[in-house]
């Protein structure tokens, strides 16, 4: 992504959800950067894949972050972490409000609201005093796209946590990244004719005239961890996909 520096060397970085897309392309930024970096996933070929890519001083641990007790387990193991980030997914919780069902919408709430709310409460006692905190939420919170009530109300949800846990949890440091659409293995779940075509329109609309790269996620995730004087924020990192036009 850059030129390696040593910014972080010395220093545990946990990528919760590191085996692709923007949580790979951001253990990838830290590790180029001298940070010891432990990713997680479910599946063991991915993680020992992605390992072999980022290179340096990277490991994989094979986690489910939907099991709390797993979790705890983890952290206990993994001792004092200086920044934690997570990109756990879920996809679960989208379309027309009058058809959304709503056990598929608790099911996008157990695969992204919980585990990022478990993986935070899991880590805080391992987490360094004035350490930082990197969620992903996604523009979807905000953007009023029709057909996304259900993924508006859990990642709105966890923007709507950061402002006040970056008060309670201070000198931590809590701030989220708000993606537009990123193109990474999330969308493989869409036949790619069609993926295409929606990602050649919105490029067409999109200010920044393309989609985003997991790395733009990462050089904003990066920021947030490097910039002690950051905390509280809630990051749109999306090429301008979402600014109001007034049309
Ligand atoms: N791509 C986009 O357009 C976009 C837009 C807005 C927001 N986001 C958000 O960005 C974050 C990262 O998404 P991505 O696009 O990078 O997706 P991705 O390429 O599918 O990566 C998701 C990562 O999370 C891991 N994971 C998923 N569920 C997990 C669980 N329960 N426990 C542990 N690891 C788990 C996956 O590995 P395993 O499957 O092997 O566990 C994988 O490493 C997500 O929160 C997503 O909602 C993405």
Not at 23 to 37: C, I, K, L, P
Request: glycine share 10%; aromatic share 6%; with cysteine.
């Amino acid at each position: 992504m850059s030129t390696a520096s040593n910014l972080f060397a010395g220093q545990h970085v946990v990528v919760m959800g590191g085996s692709s897309g923007i949580g790979e392309a951001t253990a990838t930024a830290f590790a180029a950067d001298g940070a010891e970096v432990v990713i997680t996933g479910r599946d063991r070929e991915k993680l020992d894949a992605a390992v072999a890519r980022i290179g340096g001083k990277t490991s994989g641990a094979r986690l489910d972050a939907t099991d709390p007790a797993a979790l705890a387990a983890f952290f206990t193991e993994a001792g004092t972490v200086d920044h934690l980030v997570v990109a756990v997914s879920g996809a679960a919780g989208s379309g027309p409000f009058a058809q959304l069902d709503l056990a598929d919408l608790a099911h996008g709430f157990d695969a992204k609201f919980w585990p990022q709310v478990r993986v935070l409460q899991a880590a805080l006692p391992h987490l360094r005093k004035d350490g930082s905190v990197t969620l992903i939420t996604a523009a979807s919170a905000r953007a009023a796209f029709p057909g996304t009530a259900g993924l508006a109300a859990i990642n709105g949800a966890l923007e709507a946590m950061v402002p006040p846990l970056a008060v309670e949890l201070a000198p931590l440091r809590i701030n989220a990244v708000s993606p537009g659409v990123i193109d990474t293995p999330w969308w493989d779940r869409v036949p790619t004719e069609q993926r295409t075509a929606l990602f050649d329109g919105l490029a067409a609309t999109t200010p920044a005239g393309r989609v985003g790269r997991p790395e733009d996620v990462a050089r904003a995730i990066h920021m947030f961890a490097a910039n002690t004087f950051v905390t509280g924020v809630v990051l749109d990192c999306t090429g301008g996909a979402n600014l109001p036009t007034g049309r």
